[in-house]
């Protein structure tokens, strides 16, 4: 607990007129999540319509990225895959103002788990989970709900507003334990070793360091960071991924069972492995997926053309 980042505090500066414009769109966000889901989706929808016309260039990387994660697609699926990703795109802001400010009991029920027991057999051979979250559209919103089952451990990255800090980080520390410093490795192997539930985000692309390169979806050489097996090999837990999904009265949390021979692997063999299991995962509902992430950006030495051109 000691590495626990500290919440920050609320600042008489948060109330000039350097962030004003900030209030405004807190005030419009928090009135919006009132609303019935099935209003706020409508809102989310063409508020994904908007971000394709301001950002062009995401919205083309987002149906490139379908086309390459799955070359057996034909372009009338990419098309409709891409449309609805958009639309959860612009879903994602108002889950996050959900995952932040909803009530308990809201939360709760729009949140269906499957696959608590992988979680409890853990705890009870008196070892940490290590839950390998998908980059889901919704994932702000599930985090929230996961604490619900048992509150959870996890990275964090300050934001560079320091008012916009305070709303996250009080948001998403609600029904969850504590969160860490997103470079501090110690402390998540520390909670892992404590029997905790930590989440950690294994499937974008971080660069060229700590990352070799193995087959994801249609792509042969993709750049998978090494970090996911080193906090399975160092720490006493079992490693599962967590995915969160749509459902029509809401979300549903998706914990998978455990993938105990990663560590015993090597690098290749393991991340290999791993990247298989995210691919089946994401195929249950693809449309949810950050495909708006240039997920093959970074390319081998060997092979060092741009998949984006």
Not at 21 to 27: H, I, M
Not at 212 to 230: E, N, R, W
Not at 239 to 244: A, D, G, L
Not at 262 to 277: P, Q, R, S, W
Request: with cysteine; aromatic share 12%; proline share 6%.
């Amino acid at each position: 607990m000691a590495a626990a980042i500290k919440a920050p505090k609320f600042k008489f500066a948060f109330l000039g007129p350097k962030f004003w414009l900030v209030w405004v769109g807190v005030f419009i966000l928090y009135l919006i999540t009132w609303l019935p889901l099935p209003m706020i989706r409508a809102i989310g929808s063409g508020t994904g319509k908007l971000i394709a016309l301001i950002v062009p260039k995401r919205a083309k990387v987002a149906k490139r990225n379908l086309a390459l994660w799955n070359p057996e697609l034909s372009e009338g699926d990419v098309n409709r895959l891409y449309k609805e990703n958009v639309r959860r795109t612009g879903m994602a802001l108002f889950e996050t103002a959900m995952g932040w400010w909803w009530p308990s009991w809201r939360v709760q029920r729009a949140i269906e788990i499957e696959g608590t027991e992988h979680v409890e057999n853990a705890f009870a051979q008196g070892k940490g989970v290590f839950g390998m979250a998908l980059h889901n559209m919704n994932l702000e919103f599930a985090c929230r709900g996961i604490g619900f089952f048992h509150p959870s451990i996890a990275f964090y990255r300050k934001h560079n507003n320091p008012l916009v800090d305070y709303l996250q980080y009080h948001g998403r520390n609600r029904s969850n334990k504590y969160m860490i410093d997103k470079r501090n490795a110690k402390a998540l192997l520390a909670a892992l070793d404590d029997k905790e539930l930590c989440l950690y985000l294994p499937d974008q692309d971080y660069g060229p360091k700590q990352s070799i390169f193995v087959p994801f979806g249609g792509v042969k050489d993709t750049a998978t960071t090494t970090a996911t097996l080193m906090f399975i090999r160092r720490s006493k837990s079992e490693p599962m991924i967590i995915t969160s999904q749509y459902t029509k009265r809401g979300y549903k949390i998706k914990i998978y069972p455990p993938l105990l021979s990663l560590a015993d692997m090597n690098d290749e063999e393991a991340l290999t492995l791993l990247n298989k299991h995210i691919d089946t995962a994401i195929k249950e509902q693809p449309e949810s997926y950050l495909w708006m992430h240039k997920r093959f950006k970074t390319r081998p030495e060997s092979n060092p053309d741009s998949l984006y051109n």
